[in-house]
């Protein structure tokens, strides 16, 4: 059978298709040329009317523009093709005409693969509308929106570089870097403090030439965060306080934060640790735990008593 056959019988019965798979055989698509091309491209673009999301990629996939007349108006319509038609008009080099409404989707579409494929998309294309989408999608309540989101912030700023030593290497000791980890919490009051707070230094970033926020540090203390590092999953180990308190700024709050998110697992150890530690920014983060019905009993009463002592100190 010719390549064109074989992709026919494969469009004829989809079931054969493996579910995880976009597209039709794409390697099979590629060789197609001539006459049989057009005949292919025909009915891949009548598939795609007819809501074959896999023949709406594989137009994308395989650089027909050919098809794009017939993509956009699908793009450009309320179907249920339309964002997976976005996809294929971005693949095709044309995204900037359906720019906002892919930035609608990355925003407010209620299915999550499709603000997932929006908000790459988005990193993709750009400019203000794009990054004015992505700083709103930060807030998605789905983990990977949320940091598909980031990650299209950086490549869209440029801002990569900023945050590598000379040898390229990434100390992840940035404060941007750090409410990026707040952000990826499951702890619901430290995820919006991060969410928060990466909005508000993109905001600066994006006027910025050099913004602060992302400029490389070194590790001013590695032997210190390998004993976190250490202590971290061994609940009889004691965390380094008093390594830590010589520590400021950024590495800081890395460091109490590397402990904090032990509350992810109800580490008893937290709250006291937060308190030899003087670390009054976390309050928010130990009410919400400790107003939450799952959070055992003991561990709820040792947090309210180390909120009391860093509220009044």
Known sequence: MTSLELLLKQMETPSEVSWKDETYDLALAREVTGNDRKVLLSRLIDAARADDPRAVLTLGYIGAVEALPAL????????????TARRAVVLLGRGNEVLDLIARDATSSVIKMERVAAVMDLA???GNRAID???AALGDEAFEVRELAWQGLVAVLGLDPLLRSPEGTRELMTPAELYSVWMGSELPELMKMGVDALRQVMRKARKSASPVDFKWLPCPAPETFQKIRLALFDTDAAFPIDEIKPLSGSPRQWAETMILLRLEAQDSRVPQAMVQLDASWTV???EGVAKNESTPAELRAALADSIRTLQAS
């Open 72 to 83: 956009l108006v699908l793009a450009k319509t309320e179907t249920a093709m339309s964002a």
């Open 124 to 126: 993709k294309l750009g």
């Open 133 to 135: 989408a992505l700083i």
């Open 284 to 286: 928010p983060v130990l």
